[in-house]
């Protein structure tokens, strides 16, 4: 276990804030020593009785890179494969890999690892950057792919139950609580709309007909065929399950058995809070992983904060021998003969492997890393079938403990008056308090809000700065004041502590093309039949992360790290393969996608 003994000291840019305006500004922030900050954390919980399992290993991004890593990873030496980037996609691609022995180096252009799944401080409190609902963190089945990617490196983390994954507060005063217990959230929604009891059992149940399809399966590569025609074999009825509705979306089948219209909106913002758009453009398989995984693992909050996943993995990686370095821009990926080799660092360091993995979007994979005259057909076909979902002004806030009413749920999504606002930007609003959960990511007496809401570059684009701050305060106020009219009075006064990021903010800390925040359909999708894999059109070069199957979300992109990692793993010769199938397979998942 590793440990670090004086403060460390990180230049860390503040991820909320909206530096562009500032491109210089950082703030020096003094963390407590690791073992001292988990022990806090560590009294504090077992005092409520929260904690049961022992906690992880974390060792930070400066000794990650210093303690052996920085050393091996000389320019000029070659690797099995390097990563692009330390988003959880990327980071589950690249200890997937060194756990099967290959030799691995991970680039990132920030200071820590983990993306949008990363952290900061600010004065006492922890603030996750992205959203803190995580999917697949129990300890039970084959879809809990972080406990999973945490294993393989040999990490567990403590984990806190959420009762209640999401509290809906919708128009017409209709309120549900999703409980952690399925009968009792089927038996809330029914209670809201008796008259369709019936239409609500058959939607979900055919949700748990998928669901448990895809629990029975061993997750690997789907562009791997000696896996996949073996799943097949052995598992032909969950296999064909799962190939008939690859192509179908969740809006289509909860119109099968459901008329009532405000019961079809409710549908829809359970899926538009995974996947920004509506139910008629979500994958089935996607919408029922989440409306079942929040029953069956349940919503686990990790102890100490999201950032603490990435900063495991990172530490697993390295203790498996492989490397991670920071502030490591990658601007180039390197192409000889066609193939990708190796990439080239802003700050003109080169680095050469057998393989590339891009977790950087597509979007920046070929529009900014590549550097061809013509992106592939196989790019321009993605291109058609989605486009960049809308990124976020996202808020975090420090309040008075006093401001929460008692009993107030972790995760709120709020839609106040009109149905059709749910996609517009700024149209509803997503709230977690994670310090219901984990009260140590605050000082005493305090709570943590993280509020967001969609909005898009354009509408921050062409601004002076002072307009530009101007807007910020404006619309973040504007936000604010809708909370606290719909669930919290009293909560502009109990402001400690606010931060405001736009996409601006999201563009720039986490390099992704107009802060977004992944693909979203053009039109209404054949279901997740056009979303690509992990292999691209590039010998060598490969992507991961959330513009590759099955999409948006913590566990998607750890699936499909677990994806690449299998595939790149045959490739360089660490499992089995079989070119000649290789070849009829890779030619029908791309003819397939030319459908969608
Ligand atoms: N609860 C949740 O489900 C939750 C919470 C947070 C995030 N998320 C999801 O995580 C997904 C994103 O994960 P991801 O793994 O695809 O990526 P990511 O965007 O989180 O991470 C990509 C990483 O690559 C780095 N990077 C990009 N370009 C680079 C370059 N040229 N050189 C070096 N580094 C570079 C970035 O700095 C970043 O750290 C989002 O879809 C979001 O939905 C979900
Ligand atoms: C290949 C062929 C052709 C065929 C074959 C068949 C088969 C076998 C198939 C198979 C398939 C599979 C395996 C699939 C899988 C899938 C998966 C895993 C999926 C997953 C998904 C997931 C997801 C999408 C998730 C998401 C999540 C998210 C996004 C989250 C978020 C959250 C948030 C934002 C929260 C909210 C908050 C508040 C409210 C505050």
Redo the contacts with the bound molecule.
């Keep these: 276990m590793l440990r670090l003994a004086p403060p460390l000291l990180v230049a860390a840019p503040c991820p909320a804030l909206d530096t562009d305006r500032y491109p210089l500004r950082r703030r020096i922030l003094v963390l407590p020593p690791l073992e001292s900050w988990q022990s806090s954390r560590r009294a504090l919980r077992s005092a409520s009785g929260i904690l049961r399992m022992p906690p992880v290993a974390v060792l930070s991004p400066e000794r990650a890179t210093r303690g052996g890593a920085s050393e091996k990873g000389a320019a000029g030496e070659e690797y099995d494969a390097i990563v ?9 691609a690249a200890t997937q890999l060194a756990a099967k022995g290959a030799r691995v180096l991970v ?4 200071v820590i ?6 952290y900061y401080e600010r004065d006492g409190f922890t603030f ?8 697949g963190f129990s300890d039970k089945g084959n879809l809990n792919l972080i406990t999973q990617a945490l294993a393989a490196v040999g990490h567990k983390m403590q984990v806190i139950p959420d009762p209640t994954t999401v509290h809906f507060h919708l128009p017409g005063e209709l309120s549900v609580r999703v409980h952690r217990e399925y009968n009792d959230f089927i038996e809330e929604l029914i209670s809201k709309f008796p008259h369709e009891k019936e239409g609500i059992n058959h939607f979900y149940n055919e949700c748990w007909k998928i669901f448990n399809a895809l629990n029975s399966l061993e997750l690997k590569s789907l562009e791997e065929p000696i896996y996949l025609f073996g799943q097949f074999f052995k598992k032909p009825v969950e296999c064909l399950t799962l190939a008939y509705y690859l192509p179908q979306n969740a809006g289509d089948i909860a119109r099968k058995y459901i008329k009532d219209s405000q019961l079809l909106s409710f549908i829809d913002a359970e899926c538009f809070i ?1 996947s920004t758009v509506n139910a008629l453009q979500t994958p089935m398989i996607n919408a029922s992983m989440v409306l079942c995984d929040r029953h069956f693992g349940g919503i686990n909050y990790p102890v100490g904060g ?1 950032g603490g996943i990435a900063r495991a993995l990172a530490d697993g990686l390295v203790t498996k021998g492989s490397n991670i370095l920071y502030k ?4 180039n990926i390197i192409l000889k003969d066609g193939k990708a080799v190796g990439v080239k ?1 802003s700050d003109g360091r080169e680095f050469f492997a057998t393989t590339v993995i ?4 597509r979007w ?1 994979t070929f529009g ?2 590549v550097k061809t005259d013509e992106i592939p057909e196989e790019e321009k076909n993605f291109q058609r079938v989605y486009v960049k979902a809308p990124s976020f002004l996202s808020i975090h806030m420090g309040v008075k403990a006093t401001v929460l009413p008692p009993e107030t749920d972790c995760h709120h999504f709020i839609l106040e008056d009109d149905w059709a606002n749910l996609e517009r930007p700024y149209g509803s609003i997503f709230l977690s308090i994670p310090t219901v959960l984990d009260s140590s990511l605050a000082p005493e007496g305090h709570h943590i809000l993280h509020i967001f809401t969609t909005s898009s570059m354009d509408d921050w684009k062409g601004l002076n700065s002072k307009d530009y701050e101007k807007k910020k305060e404006l619309v973040a106020g504007e936000i604010i004041s809708r909370l606290e009219k719909k669930l919290f009075p009293g909560l502009k006064g109990s402001i400690v502590l606010k931060e405001v990021g736009t996409p601006k903010t999201h563009r720039r ?4 093309d107009s802060g977004t ?2 693909p979203m359909p053009r039109q209404i999708p054949k279901g997740l039949l056009g979303m690509p894999f992990n292999t691209t059109a590039i010998d060598g070069l490969y992507c ?4 590759c199957f099955p ?7 750890a699936f ?2 677990i994806m690449c990692a299998h595939r790149v793993a045959a490739d360089i010769g660490l499992e089995k393969r079989s070119p000649v199938l290789d070849a009829a397979l890779l030619r029908l998942l791309g003819w397939l996608r030319t459908l969608a």
Aim: proline fraction near 2%; hydrophobic fraction near 40%; avoid cysteine.
């Design positions: 692009v980037g330390s988003g959880i996609g990327g980071l589950v680039l990132e252009k920030y690892p983990g993306g949008s799944s990363g996750d950057v992205g959203s803190s609902v995580m999917f995974v999201v490591a821009n990658v601007t660092l891009s977790n950087a979007t920046d900014k890393l800390f986490l390099a992704r925040y992944g991961v992360g959330d513009s999409g948006q979300g913590v566990i998607a992109v499909s790290g």
